[in-house]
């Protein structure tokens, strides 16, 4: 059971790349998230969505793109990537809405941007 | 504002020690907290989930307790392994935000358990 898979785990990208980060999961969870995890910050919420073809902005979403074309994957995309995106960014997914629900969360994907 | 607070933000502790880190919130209203542990290079795993009529609950040699009069709560490592080695991390539900997801997280304590 692999739960909630990110790829990719590593990237490095040059100011104004373009790149997309994909999660996956396979619990048949409605909800899923992207958030983004700093030194000495809780982690934040950028995107989330509620259901296939839905999304919605979370605490932090300027720059950012997502899409749920299916209901196991959750795309995260950066247009024109800057040094503030800089970050290890986790998807995470639970089954009803994490106010009751456990939220899985992937390995995690760090970005270098330089 | 909303907030959680963790303490202390790193504790360094000899194997087989006892330790118990602090999680204080502002957050309201209020449904639930947990406790994440999430190892180096991982993602957050659930340790355990607190509901504003629960005072105490144990999972293994974890035990959390939560005071909602006083918006605190804490966790208690009995007999520390090296494998406690980790950052464990408050997160606090704001229940009724209208903002499905909300969940409202500390910047977590960082535990190393040496030898």
């Known amino acids: 059971n692999a739960g909630v898979t990110q790829t990719p785990k590593f990237r490095v990208l040059k100011t104004g790349q373009s790149m997309t980060l994909l999660c996956a999961q396979d619990?048949?969870?409605?909800?899923m998230y992207w958030y983004r995890q700093d030194p000495g910050m809780g982690l934040r919420l950028i995107h989330y969505?509620?259901?296939?073809?839905?999304?919605a902005k979370g605490e932090v979403p300027d720059g950012y793109n997502v899409s749920r074309l299916k209901k196991q994957n959750f795309l995260l995309g950066l247009e024109s990537a800057a040094p503030s995106q800089t970050s290890v960014y986790f998807c995470?997914?639970?089954?009803?809405?994490?106010?009751?629900?456990?939220?899985?969360f992937g390995q995690g994907t760090r970005l270098t941007v330089v | 504002k909303n907030q959680v607070e963790q303490s202390p933000q790193s504790l360094i502790i000899l194997e087989g020690k006892n330790c118990t880190l602090q999680?204080?919130?502002?957050?309201?209203?209020?449904?639930?907290l947990r406790w994440y542990k999430q190892d180096t290079g991982r993602g957050p795993v659930s340790l355990t989930i607190?509901?504003?009529?629960?005072n105490t609950k144990s999972n293994g040699r974890y035990t959390a307790t939560l005071d909602a009069d006083t918006k605190q709560s804490s966790l208690h490592i009995t007999a520390s392994q090296l494998s406690d080695s980790a950052s464990y991390i408050c997160?606090?539900?704001?229940?009724?935000?209208?903002?499905?997801?909300?969940?409202?997280f500390g910047q977590g304590t960082t535990l190393q358990v040496k030898p």
């Open positions: 995470a997914s639970s089954y009803s809405l994490p106010t009751g629900s456990e939220a899985f």
């Open positions: 619990m048949n969870h409605e909800y």
């Open positions: 969505s509620v259901g296939e073809g839905t999304t």
């Open positions: 999680c204080n919130y502002t957050v309201s209203p209020f449904s639930n």
């Open positions: 607190m509901t504003f009529s629960e």
């Open positions: 997160v606090v539900n704001n229940k009724g935000s209208g903002n499905t997801g909300k969940l409202i």
